[in-house]
């Protein structure tokens, strides 16, 4: 499948190989280009009944450039995964991931609170483990149930990593219906992480971000939380709390209406959350279904700025 569109332009070339060598396993390849990665190419192996009838088993060798706010890196390594259905509504994953990064030295400059040396190339091995269960329903738009997640991640230094650290994520989402195509959904998302040992610090890519889209819409992607004093420009920390409430509602057909409240902010210290440092954003959406997912529109106004912020209102437009 090829898929285009533009601003930014966007594009995507998946293949799939079903039953491949036999035994109900599948090759997938994905090729995929976009404004924040402009590169993404990722192949998976992908086995069921791994040991068990509940297991899958994933081999995911990438590469991936990622051109942020505040750092360009490029990402080139693997993830081997089992997954694990328990129950009609529950899965896990135990997951292990090798990589080596680059980051390019002009995309951090101003942005970064240590030496470059240490930062533009590291090893990391990565061991993580996760929990979800989703009872929310229909897939694409939600009326009722919710979705209760948690991941737990660990980077060591057994390929001599500078940054090795622990991270943990929770996230709830919840859905109420109150009538036809009257819908109150809730979220909210926490996380906690820390350099081990002797690192002086925890990755710039792996730190907690807020602001965008699918966070706190008064802000643009990342544009929430520390910022350098030199330029502004996005430091991430390593504690996060944010959340929202939509009330969603029938316009006409396959028209919708939201009004929302986000919260949210990131703090530089693990286990940090200070309600009084919280910013909030209000403001309204409209929603178009298509057979794939709705495409949004918000407009959201700042509640209480943070210092450095110069715009009011913020604009998102996902699909």
């Known amino acids: 499948a090829v898929i285009i569109c533009t601003r930014p332009p966007r594009a995507s070339l998946n293949w799939r190989r079903r039953n491949f060598l036999g035994g109900g396993r599948r090759l997938e390849s994905k090729i995929k280009s976009s404004g924040l990665e402009p590169i ?10 791994f040991l068990d009838r509940k297991n899958v088993a994933v081999f995911n060798p990438f590469f991936v450039r990622e051109n942020e706010i505040n750092f360009n890196i490029n990402r080139l390594g693997a993830n081997v995964s089992v997954q694990r259905h328990f129950a009609r509504f529950t899965d896990g994953f135990l997951n292990y991931r090798i990589e080596t990064d680059r980051i390019d030295a002009d995309s951090v400059l101003g942005a970064q609170d240590v030496s470059l040396a240490e930062e533009l190339k590291r090893n990391k091995s990565v061991g993580s483990a996760g929990l979800v269960r989703n009872d929310s329903r229909p897939l694409f738009n939600p009326t009722r149930g919710g979705v209760n997640s948690i991941t737990v991640e660990y980077s060591g230094d057994a390929l001599g990593s500078k ?9 709830r989402r919840g859905y ?23 690192a002086p610090l925890t990755p710039i890519e792996e730190r907690f971000y807020a602001g965008g889209s699918a966070s706190v819409r008064g802000w643009q992607r990342f544009e929430l939380g520390p910022l350098s004093d030199v330029d502004k420009t996005p430091l991430g920390g390593n504690s996060l709390f944010e959340g929202s409430t939509e009330l969603r509602y029938p316009i006409y057909k ?15 210290r693990a286990n940090t959350f200070v309600r009084q440092e919280l910013h909030y954003a209000a403001g309204l959406g409209l929603r178009f279904a298509t057979p794939i997912g709705p495409i949004r529109f918000d407009v959201a106004g700042k509640l209480n700025k943070q210092p450095g912020d110069l715009s009011t209102f913020e604009f998102h437009l996902s699909v």
């Open 40 to 49: 993404r190419a990722e192949m998976s192996l992908i086995q069921p009944h």
């Open 163 to 171: 940054f090795p650290y622990w991270k943990v994520t929770v996230e």
């Open 176 to 198: 109420v219906g109150l009538g036809p195509g009257w819908v109150l959904a809730y979220r909210a998302k926490a996380g906690s992480m820390a350099p081990v040992g002797r």
């Open 254 to 268: 396959f028209f919708s209406g939201a009004v929302f409240i986000d919260f949210g902010n990131v703090w530089r």
